[in-house]
């Protein structure tokens, strides 16, 4: 029996740290889809075509053996109609828990064939996350040690034209 995992986000963008979590997981399970969140209640930088080529990039180029998709709607019942049995998610921090802990039995509760694995990144990536790589890169800092270069490019692109925008 094929053993399949599903790794959701928003990816607004990819990190560094994501990809290690991405590359980690794949060595535990058969097939791991990189689920990206099409109904995201964030409100994000990049769309979610940019997103998703965005990812797709970094797998290729890092030669990560995953599938990359995207999905609407409850993602228990999406993991469920991809006929995967459990959903990666990283843990940074200890803060990270709690919450993660609270989506996990949640899931479980509607559907409790699916599993929740937690896998904590490196730790050269425990302070990283989308939004710090954002506000790093909205400010003029460097990001190229936090992201894949296509996606530093992406960000320098898009911040300024939000700056001239402004002007």
């Given amino acids: ?27 535990l399970f058969d097939e791991v889809i990189v689920a990206i969140a099409a109904d995201n209640t964030k409100s994000p930088l990049f769309t979610l075509d940019e997103r998703l080529a965005m990812v797709q990039q970094a797998v290729k180029e890092q030669k990560i053996p995953v599938k990359v998709k995207v999905f609407n709607g409850l993602l228990v019942n999406y993991v469920a109609e991809e006929g995967a049995c459990a959903i990666v998610r990283g843990l940074r921090a200890v803060s990270d828990f709690e919450f993660e802990f609270q989506l996990a039995l ?3 509760k509607i ?15 425990t302070y990283l ?22 996606v530093e490019t992406a960000l320098k692109r898009r911040f300024e034209t939000d700056n001239q925008s402004k002007k």
């Fill in 1 to 27: 029996m094929m053993r399949k995992a599903v790794y959701p986000g928003s990816f607004d963008p990819i990190t560094n740290g994501h990809l290690d979590v991405m590359a980690r997981a794949q060595t």
């Fill in 106 to 108: 949640m899931n479980r």
């Fill in 111 to 125: 559907n409790d064939q699916v599993e929740t694995i937690f896998l904590m990144p490196r730790d050269t990536y």
């Fill in 129 to 150: 996350s989308s939004s710090i790589v954002k506000e790093i890169g909205r400010l003029g800092g460097p990001v190229s040690a936090f992201v894949p270069p296509h």
